[in-house]
């Protein structure tokens, strides 16, 4: 099991925007749904967005209108456009392979994503 790489954190103020890359090995990535998930301190992982093999996708009520997740099968990475950012968001944002609350690997390192009021 490979963990994936997720860059693209970092500090901006509320309303501000981030995009956040993922790239995954592509035996997990190509059979498997992903997710965008985030922990914030002294919080259990949370799922905020994610995205099936062939590009359908839901989103935590707490996000929706304002990120969009999307992948790219050919470079096995899956992005996180993150609008309209809240101090509430601030978290280390993880992907993942998953299905239900069954991830397919170790998690990565994460990125810090850190908003601003």
């Known amino acids: 099991q490979v963990q994936p790489v997720e860059s693209g954190g970092g500090l901006v103020q509320a309303g501000g925007s981030l995009r956040l890359s993922c790239v995954a090995s592509g035996s997990i990535f190509r059979r498997n749904a992903m997710g965008w998930y985030r922990q914030a301190p002294g919080k259990q992982h949370e799922l905020v967005a994610g995205?099936?093999?062939?590009?359908?996708?839901n989103y935590a009520d707490s996000v929706k209108g304002r990120f969009t997740i999307s992948r790219d099968n050919a470079e096995n990475t899956v992005y996180l456009q993150m609008n309209s950012l809240k101090p509430e968001d601030t978290a280390v944002y993880y992907c993942?392979?998953?299905?239900?609350?069954?991830?397919?690997?170790?998690w990565g390192q994460g990125t810090q994503v850190t908003v601003s009021s």
């Open positions: 993942a392979a998953f299905s239900g609350s069954f991830i397919f690997h170790p």
């Open positions: 995205i099936t093999v062939d590009g359908s996708t």
